[in-house]
């Protein structure tokens, strides 16, 4: 049963991941800031992270950099979901920290979420 | 003696021809009778209506002068040879009825012969002997042709001091007619009606002078300042009804009349305003045009002051000061008409800002003042360019609005639409300053409708710039804000549909999709206000790059085929040559039909852009015939063609430098006034047919500024129940 991290700062989506992901029968842990989820991450080692980047503190961008840096982490895969929208800027620094994809909440469902998460997962 | 005769006829001919008045004809005169007849006294007196003057008299001392004049009534023996026309000789004074006292007690022998000159008795002319006398015939008949060569004389001297008077009053009469004229290029009227009436008292030799001007809301004739002669009090009393005295009589019968003794009614209306001390009147209407706006009177304190003859010129006179009445108060119009301008231009809030045709400022109102920081003194005369920021503009507005980048040539020209507006300008303070400003500029036309300027309107809008921004921002936000909820409810209702929380029935499956389907809508909502927001403040990102647009076509048609399908709709998108690339009711022919279109545009956008079109199509063309069961209430619009079969074609046309998609559809349509409004923000056509199609009434303006973003252009060609045409071009790569 893959093990999926969703950094999600807003309660409402987390909350609506995190049932989504249980129903199809993975194992959830939620994290509700980019400190939180970087803590989370090293502990939990899941097989997957969902990762916000609009978050206070420490966005995902720095998430994603403070994940690179530990060996053990350093390889989970990880899913851009924002609501930031396409603007390039973005998409290539996510790119170039090497995360597997980049959703945008309003555009995906949450089945397409599951989708991209179980391709990430195949793509190990 | 006939030697004597001659002479005296000859020197009195040449006396006669010479004299210029009366004394000057009478002492020579009288030189001449005193020497051929030999007497000791003489006169003339002279016929004035009906009374009998003395205008001339020696030898008989001073005091004669001071008899009054002898009416026709008193008789006497003056009167009797006036009358017969014939010489009266008497002996002995003293058994006569004779007039004068003095004479009757100084002299004792007279003759009186009439002054006759081509028929007309103009006066007597006697002699006197101080001791008894008798008078030959010939000396009777040499004093009778004296007698009548003074009587031509004297009409002589009559006529040239006729003639004086009339020059004289001619000349006052120019004189005035060079006042009336000179009345538009004085400011003070007052001062110019004062010396009118003064003058026109004078001319008449009158004591006082006033205007009654008729008031329209009492009906009265009230006499108003300036008045000549009369005290505050005086004129402030000086009224009367309309048809009351003499006043009123001239202003009712529009005509001047002369009163030599005063009537019961004007002596009242004089003795209201103090001034019976006046014992005659002249009075005259004052008509401009066929209104008469009041009466002008001279008054004086003697009576019979008046001579009819006075009342003609008086008359000509009186319309004169009519004139300058009139004037006067179209002045005091025009003046108050610009003192509510100014008074209007100095209330509102907006700057106004006039210049003439050479760009040289030639107003400044209070507020232009207090926004700009400059008085109107430091700017009369000076170019716009003072105020007006030359730098200000990046970038030339769009066609149309050429008030622009604050330039003072680029002014709109009176060739213009009247009235032209635009927020986006810069304007200087005085101090140096810059500050966004509203503008309004407008032609100023005279009565030929030549334009003599510009008068500019403008407003500073830094403080509206401030809220609009936040405005922005906070719609912004709340619409992003939004979005989570909606992801929110999407994610769970898609677990319900898709079976995650357990089997739902059909019931609960369709209204569960309701809620999905009415989420949607929300979320397209907040999409395309996201999209106004991000247009508006300019943070759309359009990156045009070469790309293929049939390929984008076909990709947008099958995103929409369902849509398409569930209202039985078919879309066929065909080549510039023809050839049909996709067609939804037949499976697509052996292989990629590539038909390699490129343009240079935004993919993204461009997939934005014809999802919008193509679903607009879709939602406003009514179901084709497979649907027409379920969709009750689009029964009616197919009705009238059972074969009716919905359909969406798209083509392509190259034109030029331009690649032009052609998205019709078989749909409602639209009148040209929709046509007009429809690709502004929030319009929607709301008929009874669109009533149930949902929408936001963004999506076209969001279509037409994106593709205007990539230098294409949008239209619509469409008629009511004829459907529509939507055409948008973009630059070929």
């Known amino acids: 049963m893959p093990k999926i991290l969703i950094i999600e700062d807003d309660e409402i989506l987390s909350k609506m991941y995190a049932k989504k992901f249980t129903s199809d029968g993975y194992q959830v842990v939620v994290a509700y800031s980019g400190g939180e989820g970087i803590l989370t991450a090293k502990k939990e080692k899941p097989n997957c992270i969902l990762l916000d980047i609009m978050m206070p503190v420490v966005d995902g961008f720095q998430v994603i950099r403070e994940l690179k840096k530990d060996p053990d982490v350093k390889n989970i895969p990880i899913i851009i979901l924002t609501n930031l929208g396409t603007s390039e800027i973005f998409i290539g620094e996510a790119k170039r920290l090497g995360v597997k994809d980049y959703l945008i909440k309003y555009k995906t469902s949450a089945k397409d979420v599951v989708t991209a998460v179980k391709k990430a997962l195949n793509e190990k | ?733």
């Open chain 2, 1 to 733: 003696m006939a030697e004597v005769v001659l002479d005296s006829l000859s020197a009195i001919s040449k006396i006669a021809a010479e004299a210029k008045d009366l004394p000057s004809l009478w002492e020579p005169l009288f030189d001449v009778i005193l020497r051929t007849l030999q007497v000791d006294a003489g006169t003339i007196m002279t016929l004035e209506d009906d009374l009998l003057v003395r205008r001339v008299a020696k030898g008989m001392g001073e005091e004669i002068m001071k008899e009054p004049p002898i009416p026709e009534s008193k008789g006497g023996i003056s009167w009797s040879v006036v009358r017969s026309g014939k010489p009266a000789i008497i002996t002995d004074i003293a058994k006569e009825k004779i007039a004068s006292k003095v004479l009757a007690a100084s002299m004792h022998s007279l003759v009186t012969v009439p002054m006759i000159t081509r028929g007309q008795t103009v006066g007597v002319m006697s002699v006197f002997t101080k001791k008894q006398r008798a008078f030959a015939d010939k000396d009777i008949d040499l004093f009778i042709t004296i007698a009548n060569q003074a009587a031509v004389a004297i009409v002589s001297i009559r006529s040239t001091e006729l003639l004086e008077e009339n020059r004289r009053r001619l000349s006052e009469l120019e004189a005035l007619n060079q006042l009336s004229k000179t009345v538009s290029t004085l400011f003070d009227f007052d001062e110019t009606l004062y010396s009118i009436i003064g003058l026109i008292t004078r001319i008449f030799k009158a004591d006082k002078g006033v205007l009654l001007l008729f008031d329209h809301n009492d009906r009265l004739l009230k006499a108003t300042k300036p008045a000549f002669n009369l005290t505050e009090a005086q004129v402030f009393d000086f009224r009367c009804r309309s048809d009351e005295g003499v006043s009123g009589q001239s202003f009712c019968k529009g005509i001047p009349l002369m009163l030599n003794k005063i009537d019961p009614e004007t002596e009242n209306v004089l003795s209201r305003a103090k001034m019976s001390d006046i014992k005659s009147v002249l009075v005259a209407p004052l008509k401009v045009k066929s209104q008469t706006l009041g009466v002008i009177h001279i008054l004086s304190s003697k009576e019979n002051n008046f001579a009819q003859d006075d009342l003609r010129l008086f008359s000509i006179l009186s319309s004169q000061a009519a004139v300058v009445v009139n004037s006067s108060y179209m002045y005091r119009d025009i003046e108050q008409e610009r003192k509510k301008d100014e008074a209007l231009l100095s209330s509102i809030a907006e700057g106004v800002l006039a210049v003439d045709n050479n760009q040289k400022i030639i107003l400044l109102n209070a507020a232009g003042e207090k926004i700009s920081g400059f008085l109107q003194e430091e700017l009369l005369g000076k170019k716009v360019d003072i105020i007006m920021n030359n730098n200000s503009h990046p970038e030339p507005l769009g066609e149309g609005s050429s008030v622009n980048a604050g330039s003072a040539d680029k002014l709109p020209d009176s060739s213009l639409s009247a009235r032209n507006d635009n927020d986006n300008h810069t304007l200087l303070r005085r101090d140096g300053t810059i500050f966004p400003a509203r503008l309004s500029v407008a032609p100023i036309r005279d009565a030929d409708d030549k334009g003599i300027g510009k008068i500019i309107v403008f407003s500073d809008i830094t403080h509206e710039l401030e809220v609009e921004q936040l405005k922005r921002e906070l719609i912004s936000i709340a619409t992003h804000e939004l979005r989570t909820p909606i992801t929110g409810i999407k994610g769970y209702l898609d677990m319900i549909l898709s079976g995650d929380t357990g089997g739902v029935n059909s019931e609960t499956k369709e209204v569960v999709s309701e809620v999905t389907a009415i989420n949607q809508k929300l979320a397209d909502l907040v999409d395309d206000l996201l999209n106004v927001g991000r247009i508006e403040q300019g943070r759309i990102e359009v990156k045009p790059v070469a790309m293929d647009l049939t390929n984008s076509i076909t990709e947008a048609l099958k995103e929409l085929s369902i849509q398409a399908k569930g209202k039985s709709l078919e879309m066929v998108f065909s080549s510039p040559q023809g050839r049909t690339i996709y067609s939804s009711s037949e499976p697509p022919a052996g292989g990629e039909l590539r038909s390699n279109i490129m343009v240079k545009a935004d993919p993204e956008r461009v997939r934005q852009i014809l999802i919008n079109l193509i679903g607009n199509a879709i939602k406003y063309t009514p179901a084709g015939k497979s649907e027409i069961r379920n969709q009750k209430s689009e029964t009616n619009l197919n009705s009238q063609n059972p074969n009716y079969a919905g359909k969406i074609e798209i083509s392509l046309e190259q034109k030029g430098s331009e690649i032009i998609c052609h998205i019709k559809d078989s749909g409602i349509g639209m009148d040209k006034e929709a046509q007009k409004s429809l690709f502004t923000k929030f319009y929607r056509i709301k008929t009874e047919k669109t009533r149930q199609i949902t929408g936001t009434g963004l999506g076209l303006w969001i279509c037409k500024q994106i593709i205007e973003m990539m230098s294409g252009k949008i239209w619509v060609e469409s008629a009511e129940g004829k459907g529509s045409t939507f055409s948008f071009s973009l630059p070929i790569a």
